[in-house]
Nanobody
Framework: VQLQASGGGLVQDGGSLRLSCSGS????????VAWFRQAPGKEREFVAV????????YYATSVKGRFTISRDNANNRVYLQMNSLRPEDTAVYYC?????????????????????WGQGTQVTVSS
C-alpha cells in the first residue's frame, strides 16, 4: 500500500489550497481516509476524515467551516480543500488510511488508528 500526498505550497493569509491524496494497493471507498498535520515542535493532530463506505465527514474544530474533505471513488483520491487559510495552519499535512474493520468515530481522530501514511506535503501560510 502506498499513499501519495500532494498540493502543498506557500500561500498568503486568507488564501486557498487543495491537497490531494492518491492511493495504490487499497480502495479508498472501502477505507477511512484522514488528513493530519504536524507543525514544528508539535504533535501530529487530526484535521479531517471521511469514513469508510459512507460520505460522512468530520473535522477538527479549528478547521470546521474552512476545510472540506472529499473522496473521488472513480480516481481513488481524497482531497482536502482548504479555504481562508491562516498562519496557524502552517504544517506538514499527511494523508492516512485504514481499511480493516470499521473503527469507531473517536478512534479516527488518533494517528495510531491508521496503518497507512503518505509522505506529507508542506503547507506554509504567510501573514
Amino acid at each position: 500500500v502506498q499513499l501519495q500526498a500532494s498540493g502543498g505550497g506557500l500561500v498568503q493569509d486568507g488564501g486557498s489550497l487543495r491537497l490531494s491524496c492518491s492511493g495504490s494497493g487499497l480502495t479508498f471507498s472501502s477505507s477511512g481516509v484522514a488528513w493530519f498535520r504536524q507543525a514544528p515542535g508539535k504533535e501530529r493532530e487530526f484535521v479531517a476524515v471521511v469514513r469508510k463506505s459512507t460520505t460522512s465527514t468530520y473535522y477538527a474544530t479549528s478547521v470546521k467551516g474552512r476545510f472540506t474533505i472529499s473522496r473521488d471513488n472513480a480516481n481513488n483520491r481524497v482531497y482536502l480543500q482548504m479555504n481562508s487559510l491562516r498562519p496557524e495552519d502552517t504544517a506538514v499535512y499527511y494523508c492516512a488510511a485504514v481499511d480493516m474493520g470499521n473503527p469507531i468515530l473517536s478512534s479516527l481522530y488518533r494517528p495510531a488508528t491508521y496503518p497507512y501514511w503518505g509522505q506529507g506535503t508542506q503547507v506554509t501560510v504567510s501573514s
